[in-house]
C-alpha cells in the first residue's frame, strides 16, 4: 500500500518568517510528488510538484525538498504571508496518474 | 480557460436515498477523478478515468456507488443507497496528459454532501 503521511494537523508561524511543512511516504521508486493548497469551500489548487530524481525544486517563495533516504519530503515557504493559511496537503504521483494524498496540514500565518 | 465544473454546490439527503453528481472537466483532459474527502481528512481517490475507461476503482463502494464517463467528457458519479457516512466533499479533478512525471490535476469546487 502507497502512503503518505502528513504528522502534523497543523502549524502556526508568523508573518515574514519560514514555514515548513512536512510528508512521509512509503513504497516508492518512480513516484513523483507535489503539494497542494486548499481554501475553505473551495478545490485543492496545485503549488509546486518535484520528480523522483530530484532534490530540490523552487518557484518563487515555496521550495520543495526531497529526502529520497529518509522517504521524506518537505514544503518551505519563504517568508510566509497571512494568505498563504489553508490546508495543505502533499500527494504522491504514479506513472499512470494516480494521485494520493496526505490528511493535510493547518497553516495559520498571523500578521 | 475555464476550470472544472461541478454541480451542484450542496446537497442534502436522506439516508437510503440516492443522489448524483455531475462534473464537466477542462477541456481537452484525458484523465478524470473522483475523490472523496471527509471533514479533517485527504481527499480519496474513488475512481480515475482515462477518457471513458476506468483505469483504477480500487476504493469505489461498488455496492452503492457507481461512475460513467460518457464519451470521454462528462461525468456523473451517484450514490444509490447513502449512507451517513457518506457524508462528505466530493471533489471532480482533470489531467491533461496520460501520466508520468509531475501529472498535476486540476480540481473542481466540490460538491458538499450531507446525509441525515
Known amino acids: 500500500d502507497q502512503q503518505v503521511k502528513q504528522n502534523s494537523p497543523s502549524l502556526s508561524v508568523q508573518e515574514g518568517r519560514i514555514s515548513i511543512l512536512n510528508c512521509d511516504y512509503t513504497n516508492s521508486m518512480f513516484d513523483y510528488f507535489l503539494w497542494y493548497k486548499k481554501y475553505p469551500a473551495e478545490g485543492p489548487t496545485f503549488l509546486i510538484s518535484?520528480?523522483?530524481?530530484?532534490d530540490k525544486n523552487e518557484d518563487g517563495r515555496f521550495t520543495v525538498f526531497l529526502n529520497k533516504s529518509a522517504k521524506h519530503l518537505s514544503l518551505h515557504i519563504v517568508p510566509s504571508q497571512p494568505g498563504d493559511s489553508a490546508v495543505y496537503f502533499c500527494a504522491r504521483g504514479t506513472s499512470y496518474g494516480k494521485l494520493t494524498f496526505g490528511q493535510g496540514t493547518i497553516l495559520t500565518v498571523h500578521p | 480557460e475555464a476550470g472544472v465544473a461541478q454541480s451542484p454546490r450542496y446537497k442534502i439527503i436522506e439516508k437510503r436515498q440516492s443522489v448524483a453528481f455531475w462534473c464537466n472537466p477542462i477541456?481537452?483532459?484525458?484523465?478524470l477523478y473522483w475523490y472523496q474527502q471527509i471533514l479533517g481528512q485527504g481527499p480519496k481517490l474513488l475512481i480515475q478515468f482515462q477518457n471513458n475507461g476506468v483505469v483504477d476503482d480500487s476504493q469505489l463502494p461498488k455496492d452503492r456507488f457507481s461512475a460513467e464517463r460518457l464519451k470521454g467528457v462528462d461525468s456523473t458519479l451517484k450514490i444509490q443507497p447513502a449512507k451517513l457516512e457518506d457524508s462528505a466533499v466530493y471533489l471532480c479533478?482533470?489531467?491533461?496528459?496520460?501520466?508520468?512525471?509531475?501529472?498535476?490535476?486540476?480540481f473542481g469546487q466540490g460538491t458538499r454532501l450531507t446525509v441525515v
Open positions: 477541456s481537452g483532459h484525458a484523465t
Open positions: 518535484i520528480s523522483s530524481i530530484k
Open positions: 479533478a482533470s489531467s491533461p496528459i496520460k501520466g508520468g512525471q509531475n501529472t498535476e490535476a486540476f
